[in-house]
């Protein structure tokens, strides 16, 4: 499996009452095919994936599926708490054709899922039983749990474990993450302003929130990486720099303002979190607008799909 280039996960288009929007689920992918992405990631973090019922993430996952490219990839996200929950959701993704499944360390008993061992039984446990291949997910900031290196590294040594997302934003625990698992085993960047920097360190690409809103922008790093132009990658990462920052200054629900002026559908957050107010949409507005202008877009090759 080819993970290089950038996957965004993909903000879940809801309703002002609530209900997923299918329309636009479908309207954004349609729209994301003509950019340079290599795939999809649904029902992640970025995705309300908290809020989303088990049969809604069936359903999304099979919507984005049957609406995305030739060669893209859909990786679900179908992490839960217990092993018994995480393997049904993973089977209910490999059932709707999703080529891999994100998974998310368990969190709730922090105390217990600190330690190694309960990490390296969950995930192997899941990788056992799973019918497609699954990608570590380290979120600590939203965790509270930092998955070693050294673990990371172990759980790499399973065949069915083919990648990590690692999206702590410390380019030091990213360098050691890289020295731990085989040059094989892809290492997924979730950081965005670290982006262009950790290609450098030899991660294969990025799962990346700003990409929801400025695909063809955030895109234009990898291609720079790849075509050896490294000044060129970091002035494409500079560009963005302040755009990146939109979901942790302004929250999911900032991103989906973003995606609405960028022409894609952002929508409401579903509850219980809020709309932005007037306030954020004018600093949001005022980060966007030289790319609402098309000044910092420029074209970029399209990503190989194999």
Known sequence: MN?????PPICTPFLRGGGVAWRHVRANIEKYNGTPLRGYVVAGSTGESVFLTSSEKLRIWEVVRERAA???LVIAGAGAESVQATVALVKGAA???CDAALILTPHYYKGQMARAESQLG???AVADAARIPLLIYNFPQMTGIDLPADVVGQLAEHPNIVGVKESSPDLDKIASLLTAVPRSFP???????????????GAAGGILAAANALPAATAE???RHLAG????ALRAQER?????GVTARFGIQGLKYAMDLMGFYGGPPRPPLLPVGDREKRAIDAIFTGFREGSRTPAVPTLSSK
Not at 3 to 7: A, E, K, P, V, Y
Not at 229 to 232: E, H, K, L, M, Q
């Open 3 to 7: 993970l290089d280039g950038i996957s």
């Open 70 to 72: 030739p060669g893209r």
């Open 95 to 97: 059932e709707r054709s």
């Open 122 to 124: 969950y995930f192997r």
């Open 187 to 201: 290492v997924l960047i979730g950081a965005s302003a670290l982006y262009a920097a950790s290609l450098s360190l």
């Open 221 to 223: 790093i990898h291609q």
């Open 229 to 232: 132009d490294r000044t060129g």
């Open 240 to 244: 963005i720099v302040e755009a990146a």
